[in-house]
């Protein structure tokens, strides 16, 4: 298992989109899949079956010193978008 920090502005952000810390612990140990993000940072990501729709949920972290340190992550039902 990574070690995971969220950061205090992320915590506000998953809060405000009914994103479970849970479900961003999940998708940072086991993602289905990662990709490259901007300044270094990595989206892992995993898809979600919420009610009867299927969600992508995308974190944005960096690796500091051993720790995953989450930037934000948002749901998103723009999957082929984003899936590679």
């Given amino acids: 298992m990574t070690n995971i920090e969220i ?7 998953l809060k405000r ?6 479900r961003v612990r999940e998708t940072v140990n086991f993602p289905s899949q990662v ?7 990595k989206v892992a990501q995993k898809k979600y079956m919420i ?3 299927e969600y992508l949920l995308r974190v944005v ?3 500091k010193d ?6 934000t992550a948002y749901l998103t039902s723009q999957i082929e978008r984003y899936w590679k």
């Fill in 17 to 22: 989109r009914s994103i479970s810390r849970e």
């Fill in 7 to 13: 950061i205090t502005i992320a915590e506000k952000k």
């Fill in 66 to 71: 051993m720790l995953n340190v989450v930037i």
């Fill in 61 to 63: 972290d960096e690796e």
């Fill in 51 to 53: 009610g009867s729709k």
């Fill in 35 to 41: 990709v490259e993000g901007y300044g270094g940072c």
